[in-house]
Nanobody
């Protein structure tokens, strides 16, 4: 059974950096056709996608974090990373790793995966807090 385990969250001052990691165990059979992504949910707000990466390496990043956040994936061990630089207080949220066997339910493209909620697998989340 696929399991996703996130790490790397914490509390930083505005302008600081954090790197999140997500280890996807038992995911190897989906490596070359499934997509993965990072989502976040702030208190009182809906969960939103931060960045998604397709099996072919295509990356889509949310506009509000472009130029500050970088997503990458180590295919060899199915580890997903999110490098977050120049963090802002509005980045404060619980960050979740998600993975799918192909595209999440309801998505016909990687772009639509940014708004699709039907991902096959979710991690437990890691808290990121940015103070001003």
């Amino acid at each position: 059974r696929v399991q996703l385990v996130e790490s790397g969250g914490g509390s930083v001052r505005a302008g600081g950096s954090l790197t999140l990691s997500c280890i996807a165990s038992e995911y190897s059979e989906y490596t070359y056709r499934g997509c993965m992504g990072w989502h976040r949910q702030a208190p009182g707000k809906r969960r939103e996608a931060v960045a998604v990466i397709g099996a072919d390496g295509t990356i889509i990043v949310r506009d509000s974090v472009k130029g500050r956040f970088t997503v990458s994936k180590a295919t060899a061990d199915n580890t997903l990373y999110l490098q977050m630089d120049n963090l802002k207080p509005e980045d404060t949220a619980m960050y979740y790793c998600a993975a799918d066997r192909d595209l999440p339910f309801g998505a016909r493209s990687l772009a639509e995966a940014m708004t699709a909620g039907g991902w096959d697998f979710w991690g437990q989340g890691t808290q990121v807090t940015v103070t001003s």
